[in-house]
Structures are given as structure tokens and as C-alpha cells.
């Protein structure tokens, strides 16, 4: 690390997401990220996929419909007061969404990992972590091995079949460089994407966390904020309405690296029974 | 299977109630989900990107390994004749495996740029060094045995089989050293797997030529190592549980039968007729073949287990019931 630059990342609130995907084109422009049509889905709204070597923000669109309400019920009954309760303890708004219908939206993006899988597998040392604290690749080193693909616990790396090499937001490196924020928490209208040094986003995120809890959403919980989790926290957290799962995000991510010892121990030993296995198919021989 | 999904259910009411969340009520989880829910069957991992050429890395490097080893010993125990197949099978796959994993590279005009850093975080970076290291010590060894065949052995030879047995296994370390669920979850039994693979196949291609008076340990080997194979194989299934689905179905599932057939057909005929010179070249061939589809199978299994986005959910929600996460 060359100077002691504050750690920065993202926080990005979902609960105030509007879906705009102003996120993805920001990103694209400024990145100059090329187009890749993905068809229509046909499933949702969301018809750019996933994140990718062309895609480093992704708009999630989840449509829920949750069994709630009781079907036949006369309006205003104990019954039908009853269902409504059960709404609002889920978080979701009676008044308005009167059938327990819901949109959830997020912007998923990169982790920027405190132990990232992709910075400890590179074996090119091209991906490396910035004076920022964040994780980038060098495109100029990249040979395209595609070992950080696999590495990564939330999918984020592809490989750009055009050049080869691997891809992936660099939250905005250049940019940070110019005391600027990063394209997509500019453009974001809601400020669902939030940029920040982590500390003060990971107070910021408690703060609101905290507010939604007390208007009675308590299904809304962080994301990544911890450093007790699995990849030491998340450069870029979350805050969710839902499972992580509900939004193509690994419930319990662990950085592979955290299992290196053990799957090594087994790769010595198999390499140690193989050549004793060697040696005795010769030396049974020489007994005989 | 009711209790996985048990187990999944727990998974969830844990993780709400962890420090993540707020505390909730029991009220409010009455209806638990069947399942955990994906978003839209779409992968939480990302597939491999690698190209037919890994598989058969996966082979060459485990002959090689397994060959280096098999003949720096026959070299010492004064096995001339083993020996020399050996060497050859050793030196065709230190010289193949670089080849084909210059040209699954993205970018193979920067294939040395493998070798910029030694990272011992990477399996990846570890491989490549270990792969050259044993390409030297194995093209040293081949050359001053082929070229004075009464050698008794020396330092080439022992480098040669210290860094070869490692890179007959090194490769099961890295695929399961990844985030790929079947892959990551095997790693205490992958490598017992590939081990065994790899010298299965030394012993068959030292089997294609050798004369039967000179190959008794080869066909030991060879009948051991098919056999070790599937038994490490069944216990990787048995442990890895719904996962092992990645291995048995779909073209995992078809690669994976045959290398069983093939593997135990070689070992069953050269324990029967080794002694004949066909028969042994026949056994050899099938161990071969079953080598190569059994890391076809497990190049497949990756594929089908990461884009299920339920291995990957499921795998994580057990282990945050098990143990609280994070492991």
C-alpha cells in the first residue's frame, strides 16, 4: 500500500432502490464497459442477467407475492384485520399493496472483500489491492487463467470472450484517484448507492437500519457490514428486505484462501500415500 | 431428505436471529419456505471458464507426476526396462501439460506471466512453479537415463519424483480450493481421487510396451491404484451427500460410469492375464481411458454444480446451522 489513504466502499441501501438502473449505464459510460445484449428474460424486469466481465452494477428485480390476506372474508372483519397485521409484521405496506404483493430492487456490484478469493488466487499478481483498500484488476498483467472466476464466492469475475481477460469493477479507480465518487453513486437518484470511507457507511447503515426496524420492517437486515463474516467483510454491504439468497447473493460467502490449509494437508498426503503406493508395488515385487 | 430441508429451515431462523438482524418473533417465520428461494434458478457462483484443454491438463499432469515417481524408484531399485517407459510417459506429460494450459489461457502470448510471482495463496501460482520445477528435473532425468540406461540414480531422480508426486494431486487442490460447492466440499477425498487416477495411468502407460517379465509392478500398480480409485471415489460421494448429484448426473454422470468401467475392466484384466503382453497393453489402455474420463467427470461436475444455484445456497445454510457460518 502506497499511502494510508481511509478505506472506502459502498453502501447500498435496497430499500430505497427504484429500479432506474441509472447504476448500470453510469458505470458503462464512464468505464466504457461494452454493450452485451441479453435478450429478453422474459422472468422480470431485469433483463441484464447477472453481474460480468461487461456488467460491474447489476439490477436485481424480485417480484414477491406473499401468501397473506384470507380469501371470502367479509372487509373489516376480525379475519381480514388479522391478515393485514401479518402484513405489516412482514414489512409490507397494507394500504397500498392491499394483495402482499412487494418489489424488491438492488444494485449488486462487486465486494471489494476484506480476504478476497480473486486477489489471493491470481496467480499473475494483476489483481491487487489499492491504496483505497479496494480490489482491482490490471488488464495489463491479466493473462486470462481464469482461476479468480472460481475463486470468487459471489460470481462477480467473467472472462470478456473478445479479449480474454477478466473483468470486474474497479470502484471506480481512477476516479478515487481525483477525489471523485464513483459513476454509479453519482448517478444514483435515491442515493440507494451510497459512497463513502466504510466506517462512516457502516454507521450510517446501523442509523438506518434502525429507523427501519422502529417503522416496523423488521425483515430489513445488513448485509456484509460484519467483519466476523466469512470474507472479513464486504467493501461494498448491503442492506436487504429479504434473504440474501432472494437476490442471487451466497448466504454464508467464505473466501476459499480460509480453507487453504486443509486442502492442501490432503493434497500432501495423497501425494505421500501415491508414492509410497509406487514404491511398494516395486519393492512387494522384490520380496517375492 | 426432509431433514436437509430441516436443516435449511434452522439455517434461516439462525441467520435472523444472528447479529445481523433484529430479533424477531416465532410468529413471524410461521410459514417457512419449502426451500431456500434463488433468484430466478440464476447461479449465485460463476461456472468455470476454462476449456477442454483443463481436463486433459488434469490427465498429463497426473501421468507425469505419477510417471516421475514410478520411475525415479525403478530407476533406483535397478529396473532398467520399467524405468525407461516410464521416463517417457513422465517426459510426454510434463511437455503436453504446459501446452494445454498455454492454450486455455485468455491470453496465452502471456503465459509467463504465471511465473511473475510466487503467491502461496494461490494453488494456481503454486501449480505453475511446481510444474516447471518438475518439468526440469523430469527432462534431466529422462535425458541421462535414456541416454545411459544402467543408471543407478541420483539428485534429478529424486527431484524428480519429490515434485512429482505433489503435481499428480496439486491439481484436485485446486479446484477444490475454489467456490465451486462440489469441488470445495470433496477436498479431503478429491486428491486421493486424482492421486490414485494419476497412477493408474503411469502404470497403464507403462503397461503399453514393456515386456511382462519386466512389468509385475506396473501391473500391481495398476490394479491397486483402479481399485483405490473407486473406493476414494464412493467416500467422496457418500460424504458430499445431495451434492454427489453433481457428479452422477447429466455428462459428469456419463464420463463418471465410464471411467469406473474402464478403470476396473483394465485392473480386472490385468490381474487376470497381465502375463501376456496383449492382455497387459489392453488393461493398460483401459486404465488410461478410465483416467481421462474420470477428470472429465470431475471437469463436468464443476460446471453442473455451479450453475445450481441451490448447491450453493443449500451448502452455505448447512454450515451456518452446523457451525454459525463463517467457517
Known sequence: MSASEPRVGFFTDTSVCIGCKACEVACKEWNQVPADPQGFTGTSYDNSGELGADRWRHVAFIEQKLPVGVEGAAPDSWVQEAAKQNLVEQGLEPERDEDGFRWLMSSDVCKHCTEAGCLDGCPTGSIFRTEFGTVVVQEDICNGCGYCVVACPFGVLDQREEDGRVWKCTLCYDRLKDDMEPACAQACPTDSIQFGELAELRERAADRIEVLHQRGQSEARLYGESEDDGVGGFGAFFLLLDEPETYRLPPDPVVPTRMAGKVWGAGLAAAGAMAAGIAASFIAGARR | MSGDVDRAVAGRDTYVHGERGHPRTREERMVPREQPTTYYGRPVVKPPVWKPEIPFYFFFGGLAGASAVMASVATFLGRPKLARRAWIGAFVGVTASPALLVSDLGMPSRFLNMLRVFKVTSPMS?????????????????????????????????????????????????????????????????????????????????????????????????????????????????????????????????????????????????????????VAAAGGSLLLAGSVCKRWSVFKAGFQSAEDPLQTVRTQRERIALEGGGA
Open chain 2, 126 to 278: 503454486l501449480g505453475a512453479w511446481l510444474l516447471a520445477a518438475n518439468g526440469g528435473a523430469t527432462t534431466l532425468g529422462a535425458a541421462l537415463n535414456l541416454a545411459q540406461p544402467d543408471r543407478r540414480g541420483g539428485a534429478p531422480e529424486v527431484a524428480a519424483a519429490a515434485l512429482g508426486a505433489p503435481l499428480a494431486t496439486y491439481t484436485a487442490v485446486l479446484i477444490c480450493n475454489t467456490a465451486v460447492p462440489a469441488w470445495s466440499e470433496a477436498r479431503a477425498e478429491m486428491p486421493f481421487v486424482f492421486g490414485a487416477s494419476a497412477a493408474a495411468s503411469a502404470a497403464g502407460a507403462a503397461l503399453l510396451s514393456v515386456s511382462p517379465e519386466d512389468a509385475a509392478p506396473a501391473r500391481r500398480l495398476g490394479v491397486a491404484a483402479a481399485v483405490v480409485e473407486e473406493a476414494a471415489t464412493v467416500v467422496m460421494h457418500k460424504r458430499l451427500g445431495p451434492l454427489a448429484s453433481a457428479y452422477e448426473e447429466g455428462k459428469a454422470g456419463r464420463f463418471g460410469k465410464a471411467a469406473r468401467v474402464l478403470s476396473l475392466a483394465g485392473a480386472a484384466a490385468l490381474a487376470a492375464g497381465g502375463h501376456r503382453r496383449s
